[in-house]
């Protein structure tokens, strides 16, 4: 079964640091790309960052480029975001998908995690 559950997310002030997790179990990540998303209260969901199959290639989106970096473990089939800089603007739900396709769709998605950012 497979099953994506986000870690990290939390309350920080504007300037601070965050790094959420995304544990993956059914399925070894490192032979899928995978990738963060987020939404803001009121909304759409938007695309943060990718990473590939083989983690040689990370996508940014253009405005988080130098504040936020994807990576993975293998070892522990985890896929991180971390978020540095932060910023009000960045508050939202920020959730993990698998196979992201251009169109905005995944064909697995975590329940997401909350990051609240203060001013």
């Known amino acids: 079964q497979v099953q994506l559950v986000e870690s990290g997310g939390g309350l920080v002030q504007a300037g601070g640091s965050l790094r959420l997790s995304c544990a993956a179990s059914?399925?070894?990540?490192?032979?899928?790309?995978m990738a963060w998303f987020r939404q803001a209260p009121g909304k759409e969901r938007e695309f943060v960052a990718s990473?590939?199959?083989?983690?040689?290639?990370?996508y940014l989106t253009d405005s988080l480029k130098g504040r936020f970096t994807i990576s993975r473990d293998n070892a522990k089939n985890t896929v991180y975001l971390q978020m540095n800089s932060l910023k009000p603007e960045d508050t939202g739900v920020y959730y993990c998908?698998?196979?992201?396709?251009?169109?905005?769709?995944?064909?697995?998605w975590g329940q997401g995690t909350q990051v609240t950012v203060s001013s």
């Open positions: 998908a698998r196979n992201p396709t251009g169109s905005g769709r995944a064909d697995y």
């Open positions: 059914g399925f070894i990540v490192s032979n899928y790309r």
């Open positions: 990473i590939s199959w083989g983690g040689g290639t990370t």
